[in-house]
């Protein structure tokens, strides 16, 4: 090999890898920017404009913390339930072949996912009662999908031949499950997470039409207020959380996933 050939091969791997270096740190510092640009600009909006008493009530730090943290303790409590149920679940029907049983439990998934987010959470609330709980549980029932499916995905996905080998090499059932299969199928589960996540801080909004609170209660009294500054200030705190969360549920999974993959 020329010494010109052996100065281009190293110029394209240092091209590459500075392109991959240019990539992770858009992907690492990229959301939060945008984030900070776009409450920045929404401050500077807000504080240039003259608020009436019913904007003043609304937009000040007390209500939209309350607000926000409604919303927060609604998604992660929604969140942590779904993965407690779906990831055991997917686990669980990864050791199932019948494909009756698949169909019977998906199908039971997606019913929260094919009916309308607001008239999920209202017909459980006429059902039930209102509040938190069961808001909590819309939650759960529209986002749980994601989860379960991509659990089951991600194991099955597993060359056949890594498991057998460590069978062969005397682990037991669990140790394989442990050891071998979750911290292969981890990238996909995460994604589904990731997923059910952002369902969480989208259906999430919908809660205050049952009293439970969150940034919904904004945006609602904006439109029927028709008060401009407070249902943008709502939406965009909103899109806000849901690109944080997804942000963050994005760097878990490239410190959580095995090397290599």
């Excluded at 600009?41 to 209500?63: A, C, H």
């Excluded at 409604?70 to 990864?94: C, K, N, Q, Y």
């Excluded at 259906?203 to 008060?227: C, E, H, P, S, Y």
Aim: charged share 15%; glycine share 8%; aromatic share 8%.
């Amino acid at each position: 090999m020329s010494v010109q050939a052996s100065r281009d091969i190293a110029t394209a791997f240092g091209t590459a890898s500075n392109r991959r270096g240019k990539y992770f740190s858009v992907k690492r510092f990229g959301t939060p920017v945008v984030i900070v640009v776009v409450l920045a600009v929404l401050f500077w909006w807000l504080s240039s404009l003259t608020l009436d008493s019913i904007e003043q009530r609304t937009l000040n730090w007390p209500y939209l913390w309350e607000r926000t943290y409604e919303h927060l303790r609604l998604t992660v409590i929604a969140s942590a339930i779904i993965a407690v149920i779906a990831i055991p679940a997917g686990i669980i029907l990864s050791r199932v072949r019948s494909k009756v049983v698949h169909a019977v439990v998906f199908s039971i998934a997606n019913i929260g996912q094919s009916t309308p987010a607001i008239g999920l959470v209202i017909l459980l609330a006429i059902v039930w009662e209102t509040g938190f709980k069961v808001a909590l549980i819309g939650l759960v029932a529209y986002s749980v999908l994601p989860v379960l499916r991509n659990t089951l995905v991600g194991i099955q996905q597993i060359d056949a031949s890594l498991t057998e080998a460590a069978r062969g090499m005397g682990m037991k059932p669990l140790q394989v499950l442990l050891r071998i299969e979750l911290p292969l199928a981890v990238p996909v589960i995460i994604a589904g997470l990731r997923t059910a996540l952002v369902f969480c801080v989208g259906v999430a909004t919908v809660a205050t039409f049952i009293n439970a609170g969150g940034l919904g209660d904004m945006i609602v009294n904006g439109l029927k207020l028709q008060r401009w500054p407070v249902l943008v200030t709502g939406a965009v705190v909103v899109s806000c959380i849901a690109l944080a969360i997804d942000w963050l549920a994005g760097l878990a999974e490239d410190l959580i996933k095995p090397k290599g993959t």
